[in-house]
């Protein structure tokens, strides 16, 4: 984690994702992740998307209290600032996508990222490394 030390980091949604369902490969990793982001060791930055995706399962499952409990995490975890999409961050993305090819959500992250002049973006997206705006790290790079 010493690499993001002082920085400010987008947080693509799968490292939520993955630490959330305690993904086998990659928890011990998000674990750290999120343990660093709390004590202050960086700033942490992910689009309103995020919440919206990782609702998703809990709803699936008529979960409401995992659901409430999402929802409380992302308004108060230290040292994590959830961006809604603004103007500007749409114009970002529309960029993005015109020049890379990539998907609107993955499109809305970036930009989100973007705007609040992260340093690095963590997914594990393969397909991101091409951004050349944002240096994108892949969660699986991180694990070696």
């Given at each position: 984690m010493e690499e993001l030390r002082g920085k400010v980091v987008g947080l693509d949604t799968m490292v939520f994702i993955y630490h959330f369902e305690e993904n086998q490969v990659y928890s011990s990793l998000t674990f750290s992740i999120f343990e660093s982001l709390e004590k202050g060791n960086f700033n942490g930055i992910t689009s309103v998307l995020t919440l919206l995706e990782i609702l998703v399962k809990p709803k699936r499952e008529n979960n409401s209290l995992l659901t409430e409990r999402?929802?409380?995490?992302?308004?108060?975890f230290?040292?994590?600032q959830v961006k809604?999409?603004?103007?500007n961050i749409a114009d970002i993305a529309s960029s993005l996508r015109a020049n890379y090819n990539i998907n609107t959500p993955d499109a809305i992250q970036?930009?989100?990222?973007?705007?609040?002049?992260?340093?690095?973006?963590?997914?594990?997206d393969a397909t991101l490394k091409k951004i050349?705006?944002?240096k994108v790290l892949l969660l699986s790079e991180m694990l070696k």
């Open positions: 999402y929802k409380l995490l992302f308004e108060n230290p040292n994590l809604e999409l603004n103007e970036i930009a989100t990222s973007l705007e609040a002049k992260a340093d690095i973006f963590i997914t594990n050349s705006e944002i």
